[in-house]
């Protein structure tokens, strides 16, 4: 079988030997553009993902942490502090930040996707919601005028509320903090595979030739 294939290989025409290896050659550069096509598309996916909502939630998710512990040093200034000039400004930047926050909160929900960012997402809220609650009690006794009752309240209910709160913010931010680092060892595993397999092809073309 072998020596027959080879003494029609030989016995073939110049035309009919150029039209094989010329064949050869074409599917050689389609697959090439394939797997090319195949890896941009690959990279393309995970640069997308990391930089339309991983990073963004990232640097949402962060600056959310940041306002937490500024908000949280803020109330207790305000409770512990009767300095008149401090509760005027600490005040309206307390609400500000609150305010902000919200808003963050809002759009770290519109690009939720996955069981478990939700599911950090809704922990997260409820704590939030624990911690304004115990901040507005600790306030309102300092509005009225009983320092000492608001100081107490701040260390049994204000600061471990705001304690387990931040925790809660951390947890998300580490959980899409590690989804960039997953995208990027994707898009440089994709990469490094892509340039393999088309060198593998350059040097079967070499060699075929």
């Given at each position: 079988?072998e ?7 030989e016995?073939?025409?110049i ?11 074409m599917?050689?550069l389609v ?5 090319g096509?195949?890896?941009?598309a690959q ?6 993902r990391m ?9 949402l998710?962060?600056e959310?942490?940041?306002h ?19 509760q005027?400004?600490l005040?309206?930047?307390?609400a500000a ?5 919200g808003?963050?909160?809002?759009k770290?929900?519109?690009?939720l ?7 950090l ?8 919601k624990d911690y304004?609650a ?15 009752e608001a100081?107490a309240l701040l260390?049994s209910?204000m ?8 925790d809660?913010?951390q947890?998300l931010a ?6 960039v680092g997953?995208?990027a ?5 994709s990469?490094?595979?892509?340039r393999?397999?088309?060198?593998g092809f350059?040097l ?6």
């Amino acid at each position: 079988m072998e020596t027959r294939a080879q003494g029609r290989w030989e016995s073939a025409s110049i035309r009919a030997k150029l039209v094989v290896a010329f064949s050869a050659f074409m599917i050689l550069l389609v697959s090439m553009a394939g797997v090319g096509a195949w890896r941009l598309a690959q990279l393309d996916a995970a640069a997308t993902r990391m930089a339309s909502v991983n990073l963004t939630m990232e640097r949402l998710v962060g600056e959310w942490l940041s306002h937490t512990r500024a908000n949280a040093v803020r109330a207790t200034v305000l409770t512990l502090s009767d300095d008149q000039e401090l509760q005027r400004i600490l005040g309206p930047e307390l609400a500000a930040t609150s305010k902000r926050v919200g808003e963050l909160q809002g759009k770290v929900e519109a690009l939720l996707a996955g069981e478990r960012p939700r599911q950090l997402f809704a922990e997260m809220g409820q704590r939030r919601k624990d911690y304004l609650a115990a901040r507005e009690r600790v306030l309102e006794k300092r509005k009225a005028g009983q320092g000492a009752e608001a100081a107490a309240l701040l260390q049994s209910a204000m600061l471990p509320a705001v304690g387990t709160y931040v925790d809660s913010i951390q947890a998300l931010a580490t959980y899409y903090t590690e989804e960039v680092g997953r995208d990027a060892a994707l898009a440089r595993a994709s990469a490094d595979s892509g340039r393999n397999v088309l060198v593998g092809f350059c040097l079967a073309g070499v060699l075929a030739s």
